[in-house]
């Protein structure tokens, strides 16, 4: 297998990286967040959701955000829809594309959407007919494919099981999500492996969480099996409100400096993304989770004190 030459990265820091803060995070820095990931490139952003606020308090604003951002023809703005009320309202706030999210865990299905994996089916499937009816693009999001919180091992045959699932509620895209990160490389390959065999290849994607330190593993590890879309978030934002413990995704400047140093196309400026990490760390006052954006940006400081100090 060879190596995809051109990676797809949808940037989740607005949706996956905020929604665990606890201090609401104003719509302003919402909407510079998600026009400066435009500026920068990416060609899907997912930017919010529209689920319970109840549930997710920090996304409850999802109108508001997709209202106010500048749109870029050509990038797709993604929102989470669990049920036909948050479908409803992604149709109204114009959402490029709507995404369905289950598990391949019973017991975070029941934790994360309060229903079984059989019930979250039944529930997506008069969004995706209602997508296809309204061609809005439909994604799907498997969480816990690599481990679950809760119940721990995850077989593969549950992974496949529910990538069958939503191929036939007609997904365009589904996503093989690690959300508390306990993948390794290998397991990663064989999960893979057996879902492109249900799937096409070309349309499924990794969501890594960094919790255990081995994102970009996996994502060497996919890429060498075929897969050629990987979802990130700038400067590591995130967590799962319940996956408890679980860090953000992969740091999408991590993620950039590994493929572009090995010679791979995103399309997206790398220091675009860092100053975005910059930003949005300094807005919500966090620490900068990417190793790439804090290397990159001590790197700059000391060159521009270096010049500074030319000059007198
Ligand atoms: P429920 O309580 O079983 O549902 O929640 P319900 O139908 O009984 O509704 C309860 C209340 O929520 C009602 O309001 C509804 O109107 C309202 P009330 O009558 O009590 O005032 N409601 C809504 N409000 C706004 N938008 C909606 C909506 N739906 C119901 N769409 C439900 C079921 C699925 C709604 C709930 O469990 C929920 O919203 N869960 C979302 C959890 C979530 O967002 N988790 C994080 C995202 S998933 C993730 O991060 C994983 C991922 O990154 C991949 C990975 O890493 O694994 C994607
Ligand atoms: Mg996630």
Known sequence: MTIPQYVKIVEVGPRDGLQNEKAMVPADVKVALVNQLTDAGFVNIESASFVSPKWVPQ????????????RRPGTLYSVLTPNMKGF??????????????????????QKNINCSIAESIARFEPVAAAAK?????????????????????????????????????GCDEIDIADTIG??????????????????????????????????????????????AI??????????????????????????????????????IDLEAVVRTGDFISQAIGRPNSSRVGKALLTKWATAAEAGAATCV
């Open 59 to 70: 996304m409850a604003d999802g109108a508001e955000v997709m209202a106010r951002i500048t």
């Open 230 to 267: 990987f979802h990130a978030s700038v400067a590591g934002l995130g967590g799962c409100p319940y996956a408890k413990g679980a860090t953000g995704n992969v740091a999408t400047e991590d993620v950039l400096y590994m493929l572009h140093g090995m010679g791979l196309h995103t399309g």
């Open 133 to 169: 009816e309204a061609g809005v693009r439909l994604r799907g999001s498997i969480s816990c494919s690599l481990g679950c919180p809760y119940q721990g091992e995850v077989p593969v045959s549950a992974v496949v099981d529910v990538v069958r699932r939503m191929r036939e509620l």
């Open 88 to 109: 409803e309202a992604a149709v109204a706030a114009g959402a490029d594309e709507v995404v369905i999210f289950g598990a391949a865990s019973e017991a975070f299905s």
């Open 182 to 227: 306990v993948g390794t490389p290998t397991r990663v390959q064989e999960v893979m492996r057996a879902v492109s065999a249900e799937f096409a290849i070309d349309r499924l994607s990794g969501h890594f969480h960094d919790t255990y330190g081995q994102a970009l593993s996996n994502i060497l590890a996919s890429l060498e099996v075929g897969i």
